[in-house]
């Protein structure tokens, strides 16, 4: 038979999400799982949207509003944007990939730090682009390595701040220096799904700021704080002639109804948003106590998740708390063989989260 797949595909290792709740009840036969490995939202889903999308069931034998307007109207007036510097995409997983398809010829280069989110290099790939990974510094985003290797081929920059799977952020000076050194002819992607859990850390810089750079693209998501990861909805920030090409090449009709109006609503739910927060940075300085009382290395989070090293191999923790009840990340996918990642949970988690390692570092 005359070979059908490209290439580039069959050289692609697909992504591993965490596992589902109800395929680990299944399969170990337990009744009550906690899942702190996707970093969703423990509080659940902003009442706001619940109520909204109650609203809107009746609708859906309607197509949706395949120009998403409401979704970017509300979007452009929270950030004082035009509405169409904005972009809606299924996740922000989209984005991601139509900033690929729409800017990345095959013979040209995207560059990203390694560790770091995952997709930048699976789009890249099945558009058969060239991924540069550029190592993190001490967990750090390494600019001026980043920088450094970029060449004629260059096309992309994909940065996630704050990092995933690290935690870790690049601080407003050193993004500025980085944005005014790189030629306009070289798009720099701001991945900023946990951008939220970072906005009181005086630190962390206002992207929005660089909108009037046309090589600029913000992207965010409601998945995380906004509690909408089963919705799928994302959004990207940028020059009006960015988004105007990658509309071009993103699929009418890309986001349901539900997650339209959900997203609206969410914006709305500022009680919400806050005791997420909250929420979290409680949960955080949990954590961090208990594992300096356990003598454990974490990487200091500025997202609801923490990176943790519990000095022996991550695959053999996950499959203890596994079977323990409770789904965590083994980092052996990113090459970090005894780390682990965490989610940060509702406090009785995060609790019986500590109990369960415990018992597996004490050798119980």
């Known amino acids: 038979m005359k070979k059908l797949t490209r290439d580039n595909i069959d050289n692609i290792k697909p992504y591993e999400p965490g596992k589902p709740i109800d395929d680990v009840k299944r399969e170990l036969g337990l009744s009550e799982i906690i899942k702190l490995a996707s970093n969703e939202n423990p509080l659940g889903v902003s009442p706001l949207a619940l109520k909204a999308m109650e609203k809107s069931l009746a609708d859906v034998y309607r197509y949706p509003d395949g120009n998403n307007y409401c979704l970017r109207r509300k979007l452009a007036q929270r950030f004082k944007v035009d509405i169409d510097n904005i972009i809606i995409g299924n996740g922000s997983n989209e984005i991601i990939e139509l900033s690929v398809k729409t800017f990345l010829y095959e013979h040209e280069q995207v560059i990203t730090s390694s560790p770091d989110f995952l997709i930048f290099k699976l789009a890249t790939l099945q558009e058969a682009g060239k991924v540069i990974e550029v190592p993190l510094d001490n967990f750090y985003c390494n600019l001026d390595k980043i920088y450094e290797a970029i060449n004629e081929k260059t096309k992309i920059i994909f940065l996630s701040n704050p990092n995933n799977p690290v935690g870790t952020y690049i601080e407003e000076g050193k993004l500025k220096n980085f944005i005014d050194k790189v030629s306009e002819d070289v798009i720099i992607f701001l991945d900023e799904a946990y951008c939220e859990f970072a906005k009181n850390i005086s630190e962390y810089p206002k992207s929005l700021k660089y909108l009037s750079k046309p090589n600029i693209i913000i992207c965010r ?8 990861s089963g919705l799928r909805l ?3 920030i940028a020059n009006k002639s960015l988004i105007q090409a990658m509309n071009k090449a993103r699929q009418p009709f890309n986001v349901n109804m539900l997650a339209q109006v959900a997203g609206e609503a969410a914006l709305d739910d500022d009680d919400f948003l806050n005791k997420t927060i909250e929420t979290t940075e409680a949960g955080k300085i949990y954590i961090y106590n ?8 974490y990487v200091p989070s500025a997202t609801n998740f923490i990176l943790i090293n519990v000095k022996r191999d991550a695959d053999e923790v996950f499959k203890r708390l596994l079977k323990m009840g409770i789904i965590i990340r083994s980092m052996n ?11 940060i949970g509702t406090q009785e988690e995060n609790r019986t989260f500590i109990d369960s390692l415990r018992k597996i570092i004490k050798g119980d």
Do not use: P
């Open 221 to 228: 998501t409601f998945s995380k704080a906004y509690g909408l």
């Open 234 to 236: 994302g959004y990207g």
């Open 290 to 297: 208990e594992l300096n009382e356990l003598g454990l290395d």
């Open 333 to 343: 996918a990113y090459k970090l063989n005894n780390w682990i990642r965490v989610t």
